[in-house]
């Protein structure tokens, strides 16, 4: 069956920096744009970065991520990244990683961003 598997959260200074991980298994990963995802307390999930299926693939990005975030993927390992640099409060959520075009997800994993 179709598994993702977010990891890499953690609570984090503003200003900080984190890099999720996202293994993918139970589908040809290669064929499939990946998407991360994020949910904050109270709020519906929204998306924050989609990759093409070529590891170096195009990029795009929600506003409120751009040239903070950087969405990569390794295609030999069925991995989805998700780079986040000068995180700020409002980065507070659980972050999940998406095939575009399949309905699963993971359990998320949750990024804290205090002082």
């Known amino acids: 069956q179709v598994e993702f598997v977010e990891s890499g959260g953690d609570l984090v200074q503003p200003g900080g920096s984190l890099r999720l991980s996202c293994a993918a298994s139970g589908f040809t990963f290669d064929i499939y744009r990946m998407r991360w995802f994020r949910q904050a307390p109270g709020k519906e999930r929204e998306w924050v970065a989609t990759i093409t299926t070529q590891t170096g693939g195009s990029t795009t990005y929600a506003d409120s991520v751009k040239g903070r975030f950087t969405i990569s993927r390794d295609n030999t390992k069925n991995t989805v990244y998700l780079q986040m640099d000068n995180l700020k409060p409002e980065d507070t959520a659980v972050y999940f990683c998406?095939?575009?075009?399949?309905?699963?997800w993971g359990q998320g994993t949750l990024v804290t961003v205090s002082s």
């Open positions: 998406n095939a575009h075009g399949l309905d699963a």
